[in-house]
């Protein structure tokens, strides 16, 4: 029996916001996989793909283990990221091209299942770039390249802690290897992380995260919501010392950069970045705010502007890192109304008011 293992490319997409390029990840002993996201759609990306299937298609003849129905049984998409689902379309075509040049004809083909946490309407503005290029990701697949979810549409909605069956589990193993959903909002409203529970863990070493985006190989990963980044942050390390063994994730597979091997740690040192500049934020805006420039309303109250506090925090910085700076301060400054430590006073962008509210 083969051991459970990760195939991962990247999707030839490299750039300032994506490191290397995306990665994808192959899970599974032999197929059918389940692939963990295709990459944003690039040409060069296809072929690495096929000749990982294909090594994968020869081992199998080799040990003369059966023929899957297709070799990727389920896509799982992290979040509504274009760089995440664009390439869709290609995989289902090179999947259905593989299947016919198999020699299995004989063998019905079943296309994959397409997977994605739903993005919660509430949080998407009415024009949102991101929804509508994954709908026309979407209506540009052939209605055959896909198994349709139970009431039609082309996606299978997750659930937070939905678990996904590897095949293929050791026969000594207890419990299968699975693939379990941990809903992540945060870096989006809908992320998800992908605990790999492994049934050879015990030889193969402990369990595996794949974090998408939620934490990043290098770099710091970007968020829309910090309240709900440091929450899903929190969640996923409780998770972890609470279940014991059963969620002790060691390794991160992220969807940008390179391999985490003490991932725990890496997301310890997230959280605290974040908590010590958040301690340096309420330090500024507990403080007396700077007198009204000339020429502002008289009747506003004395405030901090988020372009104040930028300027004390980052005053030993170049000016030109002040405005991405400012908007990290606007996120923290939502995190602190949301905790009930600050009130926004009203104003647009970097002059948008802040007053602190002092715990009583
Ligand atoms: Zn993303």
Not at 3 to 8: A, N, R, S, T, W
Not at 34 to 58: C, F, H, K, N, V
Request: negative net charge; proline residues 8%.
């Amino acid at each position: 029996m083969e051991k459970l293992q990760v195939l991962p490319n990247t999707s030839q997409n490299p750039g300032k916001f994506t490191l290397q390029g995306t990665n994808t990840y192959l899970v599974g002993s032999s197929p059918p996989y389940i692939l963990i996201d295709t990459g944003e759609g690039r040409d060069a990306y296809t072929p690495l793909l096929e000749a990982a299937l294909l090594s994968s298609i020869e081992k199998e003849q080799t040990q003369n283990s059966g023929s899957a129905a297709c070799l990727i049984s389920d896509i799982i998409l992290t979040h509504r990221h274009q760089d995440h689902f664009g390439g869709l379309h290609d995989i289902l075509k090179l999947l259905r091209k593989l299947h016919d040049h198999r020699g299995v004809e004989t063998l019905h083909y079943i296309p994959p299942r397409i997977h994605k946490y739903l993005s919660p309407s509430a949080t998407l503005p009415s024009s949102d770039a991101y929804e509508s290029s994954f709908e026309s990701v979407l209506s540009s697949l052939p209605a055959s390249s896909y198994t349709p979810a139970p009431s039609g549409t082309p996606i299978h909605d997750l659930r937070d802690a939905q678990r996904f069956r590897l095949p293929h589990t050791p026969p000594t193993a207890s419990e299968p290897s699975t693939l379990e959903v941990v809903h992540t909002p945060g870096h989006t409203p809908d992320s998800i992380c992908l605990l790999l529970r492994r049934a050879d863990a015990g030889v193969a070493g402990p369990h595996v995260l794949f974090s998408a985006d939620t934490v990043l190989g290098q770099g710091t990963a970007i968020f829309e919501d910090l309240s709900a980044y440091i929450s899903s942050l929190q969640r996923v390390l409780a998770a972890r010392a609470c279940a014991s063994a059963d969620a002790d994730f060691s390794a991160i597979y992220p969807g940008h950069g390179p391999v985490v091997e003490d991932g725990p740690a890496l997301i310890e040192t997230y959280i605290k970045h974040r908590m010590d500049r958040e301690a340096q934020i309420v330090r500024v805006l507990s403080g007396s705010p700077p007198p009204p420039k000339e020429g502002a309303d008289s009747g506003d109250e004395p405030a901090w502007t988020i372009w104040n506090i930028v300027a004390v925090i980052y005053k030993d910085y170049p000016e030109n890192l002040w405005l991405p700076a400012a908007h990290g301060v606007g996120l923290h400054l939502r995190k602190l109304e949301d905790d009930g430590r600050a009130r926004c006073l009203g104003g647009e962008g970097v002059k948008q008011r802040w007053t602190f509210i002092s715990e009583s």
